[in-house]
């Protein structure tokens, strides 16, 4: 008899609480072993966009080791050893967007009900980490020196790295800015000149004594170490369409109703 039967023989428990129990010590004990073995309690992603086609398609399922568990290889670092991943040098990183908080699953359930979900939270991105730049470097030949230190991201199917993947839109009300950050509205990203407005999800830049408002991936950022989330290890290909399905049927239905 095993602890589960003994358990329903001695506390008299209907069948289905019984089975209720054993699926909740099972995924229970899962996580625990995921948390223990790679760093992470839900190392499983889908794939949800097709920037790293055709090495990452949309709906693979990608297990990810934590970032307390490994060090990333970056592509420069990968080409002097002939290491790759996903058929290319370099490890391929799970990352928070500008640090942003990632989405629990409350906020994942009220995204597929078409609700909105806060503008500080965002969907990771799992993109390959080209090289790494200590504040003071430039982001790319000619470009604009990093902000602070962390990697250089770029999707395998993109044609910019991330870095400069976005746009300026604008300058910001500096009056605006001081109000919102007294609140705690406006909170530092990295370094001290890159902030983010909690209630628009927008970046702020502050140079050249302006403060500019923009958007994108990464847009002006390299990706700090605390970012990362994990690094790719293995894909399942198309099982992550059970993840996607519910959320493309949403955005669906969602479209239907803005057409009229």
């Known amino acids: 008899m095993n602890i ?21 010590v099972v995924v229970g004990a899962v996580s625990l072993a995921s948390q223990l073995l790679l ?7 889908a794939v949800e966009s097709g920037s790293m086609v055709p090495n990452l398609n949309i709906g693979d399922i990608v297990l990810v080791q934590g970032s307390s568990r490994t060090q990333v290889t970056t592509w420069n670092e990968a080409e002097k050893t002939g290491y790759t991943a996903f058929n290319k040098p370099g490890d391929v990183v799970l990352y928070r967007p500008y640090g942003k908080e990632r ?13 909105p979900i806060p503008p500080y939270k965002a969907t990771p991105i799992i993109h390959r980490a ?12 000619g470009g604009p020196k990093a902000p602070f230190a962390g ?15 976005g746009a300026i839109l604008g300058l910001a009300n500096t009056t605006y800015l001081a109000q919102e950050q007294k609140k705690g509205e406006i909170i530092e990203v ?22 500019y408002v923009g958007e994108g991936i990464s847009y002006l950022t390299p990706v700090e ?8 290890r293995v894909k399942i290909p198309l099982v992550g369409y059970v993840r996607l399905i519910p959320n493309m049927i949403a955005d669906g239905i969602s479209r239907i109703f803005k057409a009229h």
């Open 4 to 24: 589960f039967e003994r358990l329903k023989e001695d506390l008299h428990l209907p069948g289905f609480v019984s089975d209720i129990i054993f699926v909740v």
């Open 103 to 115: 989405m629990g699953l409350l906020d994942q359930a009220k995204a597929l009900m078409g609700m």
């Open 190 to 211: 990295g370094g001290e000149s890159i902030f983010m407005d909690k209630a628009t999800g927008l970046i702020i830049y502050r140079a050249d004594n302006s403060s």
């Open 130 to 141: 080209l090289r790494y730049v200590n504040k003071g470097d430039p982001m790319w030949e």
């Open 225 to 232: 170490k605390d970012w990362v989330i994990g690094v790719a």
């Open 39 to 45: 760093g992470l309690w839900t190392p499983m992603v």
């Open 151 to 165: 990697y250089i991201t770029k999707g395998d199917h993109n044609d910019v790295i991330d870095q400069s993947a």
